[in-house]
């Protein structure tokens, strides 16, 4: 009897044995799960902050270039304005030799009448 209760004891004591492995198994097959998904999650995460700072730095290359076009026309708005200006200065002298012009002819024209 002590026998057999004794070899019931070493039966349960190896069902145990095998339930713990199986446990610790079962808890580093979960601890290794778990960490191929922290780790999948932190390669998606890395992913997503690239493509983001990819986008930024499109963003600002794009109004880059739209401030270097702006540039570009301000430059040529500020061209044609002094060409203008220069254009309507050059008028204005012409015009104001011609009446200068006229002016002289009239004095000489009235001493020759005088």
């Known amino acids: 009897q002590q026998q057999q209760q004794q070899q019931r004891i070493q039966v349960q004591w190896k069902k145990d044995e095998v339930v713990q492995m199986e446990d610790r198994e079962r808890i580093q097959h979960n601890q290794l799960k778990k960490e ?3 780790r999948q999650k932190q390669e998606e995460q890395q992913e997503q902050e690239r493509e983001q700072g990819q986008q930024q730095q499109q963003q600002q290359q794009r109004i ?5 076009k702006d540039e570009v026309v ?3 708005d500020r061209e044609r304005i002094q060409h203008n200006q220069l254009k309507k200065e050059a008028f204005l002298r012409q015009k104001q030799e011609e ?3 006229q002016e002289r002819e ?3 024209q009235q001493q020759q009448q005088q």
């Not at 880059?64 to 270097?68: D, E, F, N, R, S």
């Open 36 to 38: 191929a998904f922290l």
């Open 64 to 68: 880059q270039v739209q401030w270097k």
């Open 74 to 76: 301000q430059m040529e």
């Open 99 to 101: 009446q200068q012009e």
């Open 106 to 108: 009239q004095g000489q």
